[in-house]
């Protein structure tokens, strides 16, 4: 798959994942965001589920191993180059999951991971709009008690 210069954009997945007051930050180890923070996740394979692709991409970069809750956010991320050419095209979706097993541990390419205080996230040099869509997911999680969900896996 060729993510420098795509001839389309390409569709990635990422997950919120709290625990109490914490949310797992992925520190990148590749271009386009190498050394900044960020959700877990990554790109979806040809004929992957969404589903399926975002815990196939959480138990890649950090042993976890979880359960797609709902649709939080749907990103564009557009990244030009000098000359202005379109370098990164990327059509993010971000799920709130849970965890269901694993330990937190670094893999793929995240160089690190990490359970951080939601109250901290002002101290984490973080890919644009993560700080939002980890505030967003907040609140849908409190609505989800109420409101049937976005998205429903496997159907």
Request: charged fraction near 30%; include cysteine.
């Amino acid at each position: 798959m060729i993510r420098r210069y795509p001839e389309g954009p390409l569709t990635g997945v990422g997950a919120i994942l709290f625990r109490e007051t914490e949310v797992v930050l992925v520190k990148r180890g590749r271009p386009p965001a190498a050394g900044k923070w960020s959700l877990p996740g990554g790109l979806v394979e040809l004929g992957e589920s969404l589903d399926s692709a975002v815990r196939r991409e959480v138990l890649e970069e950090t042993g976890l191993a979880v359960r797609t809750l709902d649709l939080v956010a749907a990103l564009d991320r557009v990244i030009f180059d000098k000359e202005g050419r379109i370098e990164y095209h990327y059509i993010l979706l971000d799920f709130l999951c849970e965890v269901v097993g694993g330990e937190l541990e670094a893999g793929s390419d995240a160089d690190q991971c990490r359970f951080v205080p939601v109250e901290e996230l002002g101290r984490y040099d973080m890919t644009r709009g993560t700080k939002q869509v980890i505030r967003n997911a907040l609140g849908r999680a409190a609505a989800l008690r109420e409101l049937p969900p976005v998205y429903c896996a496997g159907q």
